[in-house]
């Protein structure tokens, strides 16, 4: 399944973000359970949790030092918190 394309992505607290979607979908994404081994568990530091970004066209998400998620299990495995028609 092809999920919509992200128009916004906002880190929350406790390791969660934010992805609103072109449909008008607002998901939260929990990110703590990706949070292991060297590597992932730098996104437990709050500072450089916060600066992860949209990669261009609103394909999926990125942090600096290129750690990402799937964008399918981003879209699958959130929750949805608003739907606007």
Partial sequence: ?????LVKVEP???MKLR?????GEIK????EPYAMGSWFSKLKDDNYFKTVQMLPGGIGI??????????????????AVKKTA
């Fill in 12 to 14: 929350l607290p406790q």
């Fill in 62 to 79: 990125e942090w600096p030092e290129g750690q990402d998620i799937a964008p399918h299990e981003l879209y699958e495995n959130s929750i």
């Fill in 28 to 31: 939260v994404f929990d990110v």
């Fill in 1 to 5: 399944m092809l999920q919509p394309r």
């Fill in 19 to 23: 992805l609103s979607y072109e449909t």
